[in-house]
């Protein structure tokens, strides 16, 4: 039997490009301008592992993709507690610290659901609105936060199911009225 590889090759680019298209239509029902995220989640990302304590969380920068690595919540001794509900038994959690160039509104992007806090001078800051996509990975939720000043952030993760995840830290374009 001879096989044609270069055909069962093409097959399979095709049938991954068809998934990836499908899987960005399902992306397209946010109502923000997302297209800053999308573009950086079809980039390729640095991993990173997030630390168990503020000590120990490294620095991720604004307009990049990260692929962070979380830990068991469990092991995690967060900045300010998170303002989530009570994690679900075995999920993960990590801590990163970023600076921006100049205050104004920021977005926090992932590609899974977990809960997202950003804490300076020991308190949360609250959020000032968010979005989600069932079904969207690129990116799946977005929280957006007015961040004043440049001093440190820490950007704590938490209660998510999966110990891998993808974030990205993008200024809010201006909104159209």
Not at 68 to 92: E, Y
Request: aromatic letters at 6%; proline letters at 8%.
């Amino acid at each position: 039997m001879i096989r044609n590889t270069g055909a069962a090759t093409l097959l399979a680019l095709l049938l991954g490009a068809l998934g990836t298209a499908a899987r960005a239509q399902d992306c397209v029902d946010f109502k923000w301008d997302v297209a800053a995220e999308r573009t950086l989640f079809a980039a390729p990302a640095t991993p990173l592992t997030m630390g168990t304590t503020p000590d120990s969380a490294p620095t991720v920068l604004p307009n990049h993709l990260y692929a962070l690595k979380l830990q068991p919540q469990s092991q995690v001794s967060f900045a300010v507690s998170p303002g989530g509900k009570t994690p679900s038994p075995g999920s993960h959690a990590g801590i990163v610290t970023f600076h921006l160039p100049a205050r104004g509104s920021y977005r926090v992007a992932l590609d899974l659901p977990a809960w997202i806090d950003v804490v300076t001078d020991g308190a949360l800051i609250a959020a000032k609105d968010y979005q989600g996509q069932h079904g969207c990975g690129a990116p799946h939720k977005i929280v957006e936060f007015d961040l004043i000043g440049t001093r440190p952030f820490f950007l704590q993760l938490s209660d998510a199911a999966s110990d891998n995840l993808r974030l990205t830290i993008t200024a809010a374009p201006a909104r159209k009225l």
